[in-house]
Nanobody
Framework: QLQLVESGGGAVETGGSLTLSCVVS????????VYWVRQAPGKERKEREG???????????RYAESVEGRVTISLDKSKNTLYLHMNNLKADDTGTYYC???????????????????WGQGTLVTVSS
């Protein structure tokens, strides 16, 4: 049973905006942290890049330097849904975006997301001019 289900990917022009969604299953403990992680085309799983993370109580969020100022992570507890709002998209933002969950929160895992515990199946974002 899928515990993290992403949606909202698609094709967008450079400079455009997109919001991704991730429905978080009730089977994910609310003490967990949830992450957005992306994998660029042609890159291996171990080369995935952490984008942002947030605690499932909605109180704490952090961002990777590469996206800070252009991306906002948010949580709608009533819908059990995590969002990633992306603005001023660039070609380098192209990739498959994954939602992941882990009992640990921190920039260490954002830098090494391959160690995150639970993963969704991903949603593809393509940015082109």
């Amino acid at each position: 049973q899928l515990q993290l289900v992403e949606s909202g990917g698609g094709a967008v022009e450079t400079g455009g905006s997109l919001t991704l969604s991730c429905v978080v299953s009730e089977y994910i403990p609310r003490t967990y942290w949830v992450y957005w992680v992306r994998q660029a085309p042609g890159k291996e799983r171990k080369e995935r890049e952490g984008v942002a993370f947030m605690h499932l109580d909605g109180t704490t969020s952090r961002y990777a330097e590469s996206v800070e100022g252009r991306v906002t992570i948010s949580l709608d507890k009533s819908k059990n849904t995590l969002y990633l709002h992306m603005n001023n998209l660039k070609a380098d933002d192209t990739g498959t975006y994954y939602c992941a969950a882990d009992p640990r929160g921190g920039y260490g895992l954002l830098s090494a997301p391959e160690f995150l515990e639970r993963w969704g199946q991903g949603t593809l974002v393509t940015v082109s001019s």
